[in-house]
């Protein structure tokens, strides 16, 4: 057990020093290239699911929160922009990422493995890391604060509209009050978490779909693999952003 941990580890961490090591071999036309699929398959795909989660997300969050606190109350606007902002934004858009994408990063992987495509680049001189890995993990790190931003702004502006429609509320006076005791630091570390989060998600399912053996039962183990370890990674930089944020105020 502690000997596949650590190699699952290792394994981790070798492929952070690629995309960390790495990342120049982007401006190549071909890894240009397929960095522009992976972020179109994992980010611009997404966006119906992302826009829809944001919509229903804010208008039911902040109508509860705006119920119980008023909403002219400090505690609703601070709950909306540390609570709804800078947490939920990026942990609900990692967690959706994670189950759409890092089962399917994994097992197309596998796959690849099983027809020898990592084989056959080598062999054109290809290194299989750069073409294959490389634009994934870059691709969903980009990817994930992308998405971020736009559910940020759609739940922010579907609570203030729902509140408008139910409380009668002017929806500059709420904006006000949110950007007053918003926080420009706080907003950049939601990114920077959002970034690590996709890091770490494509990371994982790279590290389970390239090293897998060579088995149809192996895409499935893979997936999972991708899926639980995914998932918590997701959870622990949210806590140590937390703490970090919890720091900071």
Known sequence: MASAVAFRLHGYALMVYLALTRWVRLREPQLRQQLHRQVHVLGISALPVI???????GAAAVTQVTALAGTGSDVAQKWLF???FFEL???????????????????ELVVMHLHDEFIALRRMGIPAAD?????????MALVLPGVTILFQIISVGSGWLAVALLHEQPLSQMAGHFFDLADAWMTLLSLGK??????LIAVIACHHGSSAERSPRAISDAAIHAVGNGLVAVFVVDVVFAMLAYWLR
């Open 89 to 107: 934004a990026p942990l609900l858009c990692a967690l959706v990422l994670v189950a759409r994408s890092s089962a399917a990063m994994a097992s």
């Open 131 to 139: 073409f294959l890995l490389l634009p994934r993990i870059l691709g």
């Open 82 to 84: 540390y609570g709804l």
């Open 51 to 57: 826009v829809a989660l944001a919509v229903l997300t």
């Open 194 to 199: 959002s970034a690590v989060m996709g890091l």
